[in-house]
Structure formats: structure tokens, C-alpha cells
């Protein structure tokens, strides 16, 4: 078995963890930002080497203007609380997604914690924010052949992806019980191992991690071998 090195987190279920608490929906979020820093840090401290989280996608852009003004006003706000708490930390962050609708307010705090944690050599942070897999593909085919790419396998289409230093993720899960991926890593996802996990997103904590990094130890990985 090998270790678990790129963890991909699909975080859903704010919506409900607010719902059952008859906060709006905000708050959800709110709490999902605290989730996802307690996350981080115990991946981190793990020992995890990637760790990429689905904050917005593509598809998000559909909900009420109101919450998403709310979730772009709180991933802005978030960076700060974020940088300090991994200050210590040694975390490289990098963007996944696309940049042209984001606000700008967000782009230029997104820009400034990975200008400031480029050099860290610990884990990488990969935040997926206005990302979605068949806009990814898309994405890709388009460089390729603006590149002159003449015969794109799928190793070629790789590595037009948006970040072609990291590795393709090991073990996506997903939270609240939902099964599905919708579109999280389409292109890197062949041989990952999924997981679902109950627990909405703002109820997890550095415990999920243990939990995670134990359930990925159990699976027999064969790669299409034996
Ligand atoms: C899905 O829950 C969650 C989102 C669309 C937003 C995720 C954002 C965060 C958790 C904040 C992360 C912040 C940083 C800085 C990393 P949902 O609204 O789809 O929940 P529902 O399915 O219960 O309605």
C-alpha cells in the first residue's frame, strides 16, 4: 500500500449543517471555512503532501447572487484567518480553477498567499476555487492545440492541466452523504480511491484526517494489475 500523498476533499453540507440549526446558510459557510482550516493544519501535520479542497465550482455560479457574494466575501476574508494559523506551517498555496470571473478583490488576496508561500516546501494546498473538471478538459484541449500539439494522447492532455506539478489525487472524499463527484478532477481521477463520508463539512475536524489516512491504508490499490 502505498502512502497517502494527494487527498482531494469535496466540502458539502454547509447548507444543511445551517438548515438543522435554522441559521442561514451564510453561517454554514461560515463554519465550513473554520472546518477547512482545522483540516488543513492536521493534514499537514500528518504528513500529507497535497491536499487539494473543492471550495467553488464551476456549476456554484447558479446559486442566488446573495450567497455567492457571501461565499466570495468569506474565502477573502478566510485567507487571512487561514495564512496565520498555517503561518508556521511551511504550506505552498496554489490556485486551481479559473481566474476571469473571479472578483478581484479575491484574486488579489489568492495572489498574494501564493506569491508568500511559494518557496514553502511542506504541503501543497491546492485551493479549487471556480473549477470544474469538463471546463478543466476544455481548458486543456484548448492549450494543446494552441501549442501546436499534433497527436494529443491522454499523457499529452495531462499535461496541459492547471497545475501539472501535482500528482493526480490518491484518495478523493466527499462529505454529507452525498455520492457523486460532480466533476471534481475528472481528468486525474482514474485510479483514485473515493470515499464518502456522512458527516456534514462543518462538523469535520482534525479527527477526519486519522480517520481518512486509516480507511485509504485498507484499500487495495492494483492499478488494473493483480
Ligand atoms: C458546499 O455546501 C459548500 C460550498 C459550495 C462552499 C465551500 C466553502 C467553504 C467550506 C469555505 C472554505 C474556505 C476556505 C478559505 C478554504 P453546500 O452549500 O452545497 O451545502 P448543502 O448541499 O447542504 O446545501
Redesign the pocket.
Known sequence: MGKLMHLALI?????????LRSLP?SE???A??K???DV?LAASRRGIGYLT?????TE?WK?PKA?IDS?MG??SS??ES?LEKIGSEDIRIVHLGRRDRLPSSLLSRLDKAVERTRENKGMTLQ?AIDYGGEDEIERCVRRAIASGEKDISFSTLLSYVDNPDIPSPDYICRS?G?RRLSGFLLLQASYAEIGFYDR???DWDESMIDTIIEDFNKRDRRFGGI
Not at 53 to 57: A, G, N, R, T
Open positions: 466540502m458539502d453540507g454547509n447548507g444543511r449543517w445551517a438548515k446558510r454554514g459557510h461560515k465550513g471555512a472546518a477547512a482550516a488543513v479542497l473543492f471550495c467553488f465550482s456554484n446559486r450567497e461565499i468569506l474565502f478566510e485567507f487561514l485551493l454529507s452525498e456534514l463539512w462543518p
